[in-house]
T-cell receptor, first 113, second 110 residues
Framework: EAGVVQSPRYKIIEKKQPVAFWCNPI?????LYWYRQNLGQGPELLIR????????DSQLPKDRFSAERLKGVDSTLKIQPAELGDSAVYLC???????????FGPGTRLTVL | QKEVEQNSGPLSVPEGAIASLNCTYS??????FFWYRQYSGKSPELIMS????GDKEDGRFTAQLNKASQYVSLLIRDSQPSDSATYLC??????????FGSGTRLQVQP
């Protein structure tokens, strides 16, 4: 069974530029999460989707961040414009309907210069 | 007070010893608890889940849960250098998302 897929793996941009991250969850997993992990910290939730519905986006900085999961499968997280403080690893995770375990993708390491 | 607290370490143990990693959480209503292992530059990998008070064993790993004390621990027996990583404790909150500790860095000395 394929795991969570994310792309790109690395991204370097200058501040004020836009950037987008893509995630394809484990097949059949209805719940999709985006987390952000800063160096030396644990991942922190940005947004949670149940199918195509964003059910928890309270931690998403909505002035510059947006996300979508149009068909309830893959998802895109966008930052526009990026700031220096956005440098972090952006992790996507998914969870099946009848289980609590979450599985993470490899992450996208974003560097904002 | 952080929702999930871990000692950042590093915790250094000799090869073959037992490594004991600890975690406390603040939400008394939490029901599901997880340990993830994260190698440097990699994403978190789920190694243990525990839902009931007591011990749960899987190979060299044992998770222990005490809901009354709001305490979760992970024991790694016969520690190997390949176990050297950061171990993240994670707890489900009412928001149905994981809240993570900052992680404990484990170093196993050959």
């Amino acid at each position: 069974e394929a795991g969570v897929v994310q792309s790109p793996r690395y991204k370097i941009i200058e501040k004020k530029q836009p950037v987008a991250f893509w995630c394809n969850p484990i097949s059949g997993h209805n719940t999709l999460y985006w987390y952000r992990q800063n160096l030396g910290q644990g991942p922190e939730l940005l947004i949670r989707y149940e199918n195509e519905e964003a059910v928890d986006d309270s931690q998403l900085p909505k002035d510059r961040f947006s996300a979508e999961r149009l068909k309830g499968v893959d998802s895109t997280l966008k930052i526009q414009p990026a700031e220096l403080g956005d440098s972090a690893v952006y992790l996507c995770a998914s969870r099946g309907q009848t289980e609590d375990e979450q599985f993470f993708g490899p992450g996208t390491r974003l560097t904002v210069l | 007070q952080k929702e999930v607290e871990q000692n950042s370490g590093p915790l250094s143990v000799p090869e073959g010893a037992i490594a004991s990693l600890n975690c406390t959480y603040s939400d008394r209503g939490s029901q599901s608890f997880f340990w993830y292992r994260q190698y440097s530059g990699k994403s978190p990998e789920l190694i243990m889940s525990i839902y009931s008070n007591g011990d749960k064993e899987d190979g060299r790993f044992t998770a222990q849960l005490n809901k009354a004390s709001q305490y979760v621990s992970l024991l790694i027996r016969d520690s190997q250098p390949s176990d050297s990583a950061t171990y993240l404790c994670a707890v489900y909150t009412g928001r149905r998302a994981l809240t993570f500790g900052s992680g404990t860095r484990l170093q196993v000395q050959p």
